[in-house]
Nanobody, 123 residues
Framework: QVQLVESGGGLVQAGDSLRLSCAVS????????MAWFRQAPGKEREFVSR????????IYGDSVKGRFSISRDRAKNMVFLQMNSLKPEETAVYYC????????????????WGQGTQVTVSS
C-alpha cells in the first residue's frame, strides 16, 4: 500500500501562485510515477501533470504547460506542484496519485489517491 496526503491548497486571486505538496508513505518502491489531477464540480477528473519517481521525467496537460511545474524529493518522499498565473477556471480539488505501472495521463491507470486539497481562484 501507498499512502498520499496532499496539502497547500487555499484561496488565491487570479494571477497568483500556489504550491501544493504531497507526502508519500508506505511501499514507495512500488511507485513508477506520481501525478496531479484536478476535479471541478460537475466535471470529470482532469490530468494536470506526471513525474516518474526515479527518472524525474515529466508530462503536463496542455492547459497548464508553461505555468505549472511538478517536482519530487525522493529523500523526503514528497511531490510538489508549483502553480503560477492561476485562473478562476482552475478552481478544483487537486489530487495526488501514484501508479506502479507505466502510467501516463489517465486517472484509471493510477492505483493510489490522496484525499485531495481544495484550490479556489477568485477573479
Amino acid at each position: 500500500q501507498v499512502q498520499l496526503v496532499e496539502s497547500g491548497g487555499g484561496l488565491v486571486q487570479a494571477g497568483d501562485s500556489l504550491r501544493l505538496s504531497c507526502a508519500v508513505s508506505g511501499r514507495t518502491f512500488e511507485i513508477y510515477a506520481m501525478a496531479w489531477f484536478r476535479q471541478a464540480p460537475g466535471k470529470e477528473r482532469e490530468f494536470v501533470s506526471r513525474i516518474t519517481w526515479n527518472g524525474g521525467n515529466t508530462i503536463y496537460g496542455d492547459s497548464v504547460k508553461g505555468r505549472f511545474s511538478i517536482s519530487r524529493d525522493r529523500a523526503k518522499n514528497m511531490v510538489f506542484l508549483q502553480m503560477n498565473s492561476l485562473k478562476p477556471e482552475e478552481t478544483a480539488v487537486y489530487y495526488c496519485a501514484a501508479g506502479g505501472g507505466r502510467v501516463r495521463t489517465t486517472a484509471d491507470e493510477y492505483d493510489y489517491w490522496g484525499q485531495g486539497t481544495q484550490v479556489t481562484v477568485s477573479s
